[in-house]
């Protein structure tokens, strides 16, 4: 059973988060040929807050 952990800053849709783990779970099933009830997906959402680039916060990059 392979387990997939995705880190990715808040404020995507949930359309785009259902087309992400479907494309992943795909991806897996056809590279190690598994069905796909055998795939997790763990999804976990940070702020931006959260998250920092060259030394300093994500929020404060103006990205």
């Known amino acids: 059973m392979p387990i997939v952990q995705i880190h990715l800053l ?7 988060k259902k087309q992400l783990v479907s494309e992943v779970t795909g991806a897996i099933c056809r590279s190690i040929e598994v069905k796909p009830e055998q795939v997790r997906i763990i999804l976990q ?12 916060l994500f929020s404060e990059k103006g990205s």
């Not at 808040?10 to 785009?16: H, I, M, V």
């Open 10 to 16: 808040e404020g995507r849709s949930l359309e785009q």
């Open 45 to 56: 959402e940070m702020s931006m807050d959260c998250y920092s680039v060259g030394g300093g």
